[in-house]
């Protein structure tokens, strides 16, 4: 092998990797540990495109990098693989969700493994496999244990084309995110996670946590904690008090302005409190409303609409009876279902009340130079009783005392969390550890888990509506272990997020049989110290799995109260970007100009027919601007990448370095396999720094003897900058360093082994299988991959010589080299200056009347 030959390099090595073992996880625990982790990934049948293996390839540079520096490193791989996409496409074709899983899984790892990441394959688990979901299981039962699993009606998304509930994230604008058919809340019996329980903790512990700020808001915002007031407003000309309409707000000190009451359509008391006159009508609204979306309800944009029940409550601070209403923007899930609406202060209410002709009253005086309907912000209370002339908090702290002791209200904390859904109407996922005996629920014992998926020919659900695990009568129907009473399974099945919620964790000891994992492990692997993912899990599945840890934490399974101790989210990979050009009459028109004209011809372009300038594109050799887009890829845009294509034609290290190349790794960047070729040239140069093209050995340049000076301080440079930017996640940066290192040893007459050694250090997270290859050629038998990272030393940063700029009068004239021993002599390093061939012409015009020398900086010659 002469030339750069990826296929048979990359062969070759990830060969030896696999079958030397090369990144199975040390048994020993004597050194120190690093974790690092990538979230799960769902093994579509699709298989990866290149925006999937940045966040891989960047967990990968520092797992090799940390093997490097001493570390244990856990650095593991498996598939999050139940869920709905399997259970459609078997509808659809009859396949069994288990065939199709297994088939993509296998697609997925032979790419995994193409791209030569360093992951412990001894470690792999998978989510649907028995032994894995059997601790699943059994924690759902830790869960029951604690009261934090329970059973309940509940409004839910429910599809009656895909015959399940679905979580909110799985509804997009009314409709299922698979499939696009319409979506309905109903009430339904599904077992709920008291979530709720633990929110305070969820808040709290983000302080702690070096995540990203965005994330941590969204988690903040997500869990939503309020401070304010529960208040009780009676209906009218009822005696029950009992029957109150409990709200909860955040401004009880604008109780006066409350003007009338808002109902969400889901309300328990909108049945009760409609007038027989009004009910046709009401009823009308609540199945329009069960077809919306929570997101489409409470867009802020969107026109208000609602429908008068015909009944009122009474205002507890001035007595006045309000009507009540029902409206879409309102959410059972939220608060207590039920608002005051005070339109006054409230942007919202202030457009419904607009529409409805209902009152207004503001309690907060705005400003003289407010030109704005609802004012929401600071002021003087007014229109409000006691309470006219306070602060809002002034007020806010009176109303409750004064409501408080009125028995019409208290202070309280709300959230905008709600107790987690936890059942779905699917066949292929987790089935409950949970029998029914008499109608009631009961958990089943450890020694009964894994309660395994039966077998079924039919992934639909029943004609009764029941869920496809129901058509497995024999396996539905079962006997209580403990009374031998009859007893039927639960039908319903875990959601996705039940594989994903603890999988970090038996990573740490994927064969213990004893729990879920094995303790010893656990206090030492834990936390997670890097995890990195998409950013579209910012929300849930982190919320959900460090509910899961804390109650793990609670029952004495982990030892650490968090489980991510470091978050990276990478940024997203768009298509390649996209040019459009225009003209009118054969001439070339601004996009802006474009849009005022018609007949105007639009032009797709070719990447070379355009030019970048600081922040926009032009069509080459002209100031006109043109639109450049890129988009996300998708099939239906057709921009899709597949890295097997990029592979075939560059190597899996050339794609693995154009993917850190392209910027920080936290930005949304658009992919350019025209880029790929200029690192793929990058790895050429290296190839051919070391390797005689011709003979295919080493170069007669590389040699045994000792660096010079120079060519250690252009090593120990790029040392420095590429440990610190691998520390930072600067990948793009470090592998600047190594191309400018390249560039500089390419002038070398000779390349001393001890300095190509250490770059090929430096090179082999970044690029693992041309960093084996030359290491090996630089006659080492073992592996790169444990040998020690290269330090720097400041020393060899520091020149053999100082330069001296020379200025006459203030300009600078010429510069000098003197040896660093004669840095500091001043009659040296004057007499030197003046020898210079552009400053004595100025010496012999003049006159020279003062000499500044500030050593190690600059000399200064003034002449008149």
Known sequence: ?????????????????????????????????????????????????VGHPEGYTATDILARYKRMKGFNVLHPIGWDAFGLPAEQYAVKTGTHPRDTTKR??????????????????????????????????????????KGLAYEDDVPVNWCPELGTVLANEEVIDGRSEVGGFPVVKKPMRQWVLKITEYADRLLEGLEDLDWPQSTK??????????IGAEIDFELAGETDSSAAIKVFTTRPDTIFGATYMVLAPEHDLVDHITTVDQREAVERYREEAAQKSDLERTELSKEKTGVFTGGYAVNPANGEEIPVWVADYVLATYGTGAIMAVPGQDERDWEFAEKFDLPIVRTVQPPEDFEGKAYTKEG???????????????????????????????????YKLRDWLFSRQRYWGEPFPIIHVDGEPKPLDEDQLPVTLPEVEDFEPTEEGDPPLARAEDWVKTTDPETGKPAVRETNTMPQWAGSCWYYLRFMSPEFEEGPVDPKAESYWSPVDMYVGGAEHSVLHLLYARFWHKVLYDCGLVSTSEPFQRLVHQGMILGEMEYTGYKKEGKWVSAGEAEEMDDVERLNLDEDQVEKKEDYFVVRGTDIKIDAKAHKMSKSRGN??????????????????????????????????????GVYRFLNRVWRLMIDEDSGELKDSVTDGDPSREQLKVLHECIRKVTGDIDDLSFNTAISAMMIFVNDANKWESHPKPVLERFVKLLSPFAPHIAEELWQRLGHEESIAYTEWPEFKEEYLISDTQMYPIQVNGKVRGEIHVPREKAGDKEYVLAEAKAVENVAKYLDDGNLVKEIFVPERIVNLVVK
Do not use: C
């Open 104 to 145: 993509n899984i296998n697609r997925f790892r032979e790419q995994l493994q193409s791209l030569g990441f360093s992951y412990d394959w001894n470690r792999e688990i998978n989510t649907t496999d028995p032994d894995y979901y059997k601790w699943t299981q059994w924690i759902f039962l830790k869960l029951y244990e």
């Open 380 to 414: 003087k209370t007014i229109n409000s009783g006691f309470l006219n002339g306070l602060n809002v908090e002034e007020a806010k702290q009176k109303i409750i005392a004064w409501l408080e002791e009125q028995e019409a209200g208290k202070k309280a904390i709300n």
């Open 1 to 49: 092998m002469s030339s750069y030959n990826p296929e048979k390099i990359e062969s070759k090595w990830q060969q030896y990797w696999q079958s030397e073992k090369t990144f199975k996880t040390p048994e020993s625990r004597d050194k120190p540990k690093y974790y690092v982790l990538d979230m799960f990934p769902y093994p579509s049948g699709s298989g990866l495109h």
């Open 217 to 226: 808001d969204m988690q903040r915002n997500w869990i939503g904690k309020s």
């Open 640 to 677: 899709v990448v597949n890295p097997d294509d990029v592979i075939d034609r560059y190597g899996a290290d050339s794609m693995r370095l154009y993917e850190m190349f392209m910027g920080p790794l936290e930005q949304v960047k658009p992919w350019s396999t025209k880029d790929v070729d």
